[in-house]
């Protein structure tokens, strides 16, 4: 056995003794017996503290020594019952170590730690999470989720499952809860408060995975969850910083059974029948600002690392994000056209390198007359004449155009991955915007909400100049 076992299995034991934050003779009894056991010497233990709880499960897991789950997990059971009492904290430990540790486990799954700060439930919240919407999941949800979500109530738990969050909020007067997100972020403008109505309005499990827990709180590791639950086991200190450890159990369409077989196998090692289990709901015109419900929109209203989507308004003459209710300052319509005509070249991008051969230099200059005249319709567009929009075939015009724009972009630093919003000059010299169409839209007279640019007259503009 390496030593970065032991430090691992030592890791364990202090998370499991301190999970019911009662600490008796009984557990240092089996404690000293199992110290000894795994030769866990001073400086294991001092390491210990060091290493992450989800750390120590991989490094078990991964080990490759032959029986250590099988004996470890045999061994943290007697110490779970070494005062006669498993207790509800304890237990929840015990079914991830189950999960992880027993081959015959009927269920699937990991343990994640992250830094308490960045994300904090409270303990046995039971959250259904995805990145890509899974219909058949969902469905299921949908279908029994007044089983599910009793079942976890019963045990203790809370079971939250965002959609039927966002329906609550959807029956609700808009005044109200627009009252509501002026008096949580008064900075907010009017006009932001009404694009975060509507962002809210429009959240979706994927939405709130991608853009919330990995974007906003960095939680890289749910990037590309599959339909999981994410179960809080507990918190720990690694060094001086407090974490929150989380069971990332794997469900599938069959979810109502796996959650009653899980209740079953957790309710199994309790020594009391009686579970304290909260009754509280949201109700019509009421909102719930404790645990979840807090952390949601405290976490939604933050203005920073977030996907914003793009609104180009030729009205009033400016580049909107609305999401984190900014606009692009210092930006003159010269700027504001060639930032357009990027947007409607996609990953395209434009190119305005010099042929090496003459034989294609006939083809360069087809391509920069292109691009001029479709610079100087969307600069129409924005309200200037076409005949006077800058010639950004020139270099010398160009380059201060460029460096404006990049400037005030620059400067949008609440965005998540900024530099996907500012022109890129990739590897073959195109410059390029790297944010897809969809998340681009124009304001247009016809329509009373902003229009997707792939839909707009910009974009019609743009095309017609073959």
Known sequence: ????HKIAIARIFDDLIKADRIVDTGEMECWKKFSGKYAL?????????????????????????????EDLLGDCRAMTVSDGFCAHSEALIMMALIILFDSRSPF??????I??????????????????????TNDAIRRDYRNIFKEFQLAGFHFIYIPSIIEHYKKTNSVLIKNLLSFLAPDLSEAGIDNAYRSLMKMSTGVFCQDLLCNKCGITSLRKAMPSLLIKIGT????????????????????????????DRFTGMLSSDIFVVNTSEERDNQFHFHGFYKQLLDIFLVRRNIRSSIELNPYKDEIFFPEIDSKAIGLHRRERALYA??????????????????????????????VQERYGAIY????????????LTSPAIRRPIFACLRRSLRSLQALYNPEDYNVIKDSDGSFSVHIGPEMVFVRQFSSPDPVPLLESELYRKWRAIQ
Request: aromatic fraction near 10%; proline fraction near 2%.
């Open 1 to 4: 056995m390496l030593k970065t």
């Open 236 to 263: 720990s200190f690694v060094g001086d910083a407090l974490f929150a450890n989380y069971l990332h159990l794997d469900v599938d369409s069959d979810i109502a059974d796996t959650v009653r077989l899980f209740i």
């Open 380 to 391: 129409e567009f924005f309200g200037g004449e076409k005949s006077m929009a800058p010639d």
């Open 41 to 69: 010497d001073r400086e294991v233990r001092i390491a210990a503290r060091d290493m992450s709880f989800a750390d120590a499960l991989n490094e078990i897991c991964n080990s490759g020594v032959k029986g250590l789950k």
């Open 115 to 136: 830094p308490r700060a960045n994300f904090n439930v409270d303990m046995a919240t039971a959250l259904y999470i995805e990145t890509d919407h899974d219909s058949a």
């Open 108 to 113: 699937s799954g990991e343990v994640i730690s």
């Open 341 to 370: 005509l990027l947007l409607c070249q996609g990953k395209e991008g434009i190119n305005f390198n010099m042929p090496r051969t003459a034989s294609e230099y006939d083809r360069f200059e087809r391509r920069m007359k292109r």
